[in-house]
């Protein structure tokens, strides 16, 4: 049986503010994949996922499967210490009920009372898993996860990859990665995508990541190793 | 206690309450100043009442719409930042008012004066408030949402525009009935300063928001009672004992 396809991106393009930001895209998510998008700053990885969450007019066409439930989690919100939030305020404003509040902070590894905790006192890495937990409100079959560039250290940021594939696997989750650290890539997803504004490779990473396509990616001077898992 | 004292007190502590609870709304999205410069472009509004004698929140409102219209058209056709463009449409209210307004009966336009608030005057504001009141805690979380990041409440499919008109709309009514109580120019204090003290104060949105509301009421409350007891004018008052309540807050802040 084929398996069920989630979303079909074909020739899209963006531009904003008179510039071209993507460019002839074309690609294929299914049920149950782990896609990554990868590429350099300003490459057009975050406008992508807010493209696919129709945020922004585009070019080409978007067909996400019917009914489909989408969660997403930002990059960052730098706005949101301006105000003293409680992480329950943060996500009452989503309209979550209370027990699916404490479930899923369970489940992103939180214990009980955490959610009046404020999240002006969080960590980074705290932050970055209420932000999935956020995400994952109202059971979602699609997450879209923006990798944030800075504020989450080494060791959290290899938590997060691991709490997401985690998550994948118990909520039967498909995801959309945006990042730029290849080992993630191999680590965590099936399909990968290689944008610098032009799609520049596509398919699965142990196949499409050349030392080719990388240094078309980066321009000169990256370092290439793949990883043995 | 006489019947007008009563009538002061009814108005300052809803009008301070509401303006304390929609306070802490413009502090997150650094808007707090706004009502400022919306402030001062009702200066033309209370000038013409003032000459012509009818109520100042009543010549101070079209102005406030205008200046609000003004700042949504142009938020949506520019991207220059929500300060920028009240300083340059409020800039020039200030200019006009400056033109219009007789020197000798300013202080009312300048600092307000809600000591002499009729029965009638009264009744209006409180409806007002009572409707607006309602009408912000219905769209709290959402602005609140939009606050945090406008991109994330749209995937949560929040219409952004109608929001922002509805929460301009507001923050127009509570300046008009501000400018009555505190003056054009101090209008800006009587929603920024409780929200600043309730966030030194407070550990999430309830405590904030509610906690904004009941800093609004006692100072208000405060300011009239001092008005009272020393016949300085109110809205310096209501501001000071506000200031005061803010200066009191860093002292336990959370």
């Given at each position: 049986m084929e398996i069920e396809s989630i979303l079909k991106v074909t020739n899209l393009s963006v531009v904003l503010d008179n510039q071209?930001?993507?460019?002839?895209l074309s690609f294929e998510v299914k049920r149950g994949d782990a896609l990554t998008i990868l590429g350099p700053n300003g490459a057009g990885k975050s406008v992508l996922l807010r493209t696919l969450l129709g945020l922004i007019p585009h070019g080409g066409e978007i067909e996400w499967a019917k009914a489909i439930k989408i969660g997403y989690v930002p990059q960052?919100?730098?706005?949101?210490?301006d105000i003293p939030l409680s992480i329950k305020d943060f996500f009452n404003l989503k309209g979550a009920p209370e027990k699916e509040i404490e479930a899923i902070l369970n489940s992103v590894g939180f214990t009980e009372?955490?959610?009046?905790?404020?999240?002006?006192?969080?960590?980074s890495g705290q932050f970055q898993r209420v932000l999935i937990a956020w995400g994952l409100v109202g059971n979602p079959q699609v997450l879209l996860f923006d990798e944030p560039m800075?504020?989450?250290?080494i060791s959290a940021e290899e938590t997060i990859y691991n709490l997401l594939a985690k998550l994948k696997e118990e909520m039967d989750l498909t995801i959309l990665l945006v990042t730029h650290d290849l080992s993630v890539v191999y680590k965590f997803s099936t399909n990968v995508i290689c944008l610098?504004?032009?799609?520049?490779c596509y398919g699965p990473p142990q196949e499409v990541l050349t030392p080719e396509s990388l240094q078309k990616l980066y321009g000169g001077g990256i370092r290439y190793y793949q990883h043995k898992h | 206690m006489d019947t007008q004292f009563l009538l002061s007190l009814v108005v300052g502590i809803s009008v301070g309450g509401v303006a304390g609870f929609l306070g802490s709304l413009m502090l997150g999205r650094r808007m707090a100043l706004v009502a400022g410069p919306l402030g001062h472009l009702t200066l033309p509004g209370i000038a013409l009442a003032v000459m012509y004698g009818f109520d100042v929140s009543l010549g101070a409102f079209p102005f406030v719409i205008l200046g609000i219209v003004l700042i949504w058209l142009f938020e949506m056709r520019t991207k220059l930042p929500m300060e920028a463009l009240t300083a340059i449409v409020f800039a020039s209210g200030v200019a006009i008012a400056f033109l219009l307004l007789p020197i000798k009966q300013a202080e009312a336009a300048l600092?307000?004066?809600?000591?002499?608030?009729s029965f009638a005057e009264a009744a209006v504001s409180v409806i007002l408030i009572l409707l607006l009141f309602s009408v912000v805690k219905k769209i709290y979380s959402k602005i609140v949402l939009i606050n945090i990041s406008e991109e994330l409440a749209k995937s949560e499919k929040i219409g952004i525009r109608k929001y922002n008109l509805i929460y301009l709309g507001s923050i127009a009514i509570i300046v008009a009935l501000g400018v009555k109580m505190v003056g054009g120019l101090l209008t800006a204090a009587l929603v920024a300063i409780p929200a600043s003290s309730a966030r030194n104060l407070s550990r999430n949105l309830a405590q904030y928001a509610f906690g904004a509301m009941i800093i609004g009421i006692i100072s208000s409350s405060m300011g009239i009672l001092l008005y009272k007891i020393?016949?300085?004018?109110?809205g310096p008052l209501i501001i000071l004992a506000n200031a005061s309540i803010f200066l009191i807050s860093l002292i336990f802040k959370r």
């Open positions: 071209s930001i993507i460019e002839n960052r919100l730098p706005f949101i210490k009372d955490f959610s009046r905790k404020k999240i002006g006192d969080l960590s800075t504020g989450v250290d610098n504004r032009q799609p520049i | 600092v307000g004066d809600i000591t002499k608030v020393t016949g300085f004018p109110a």
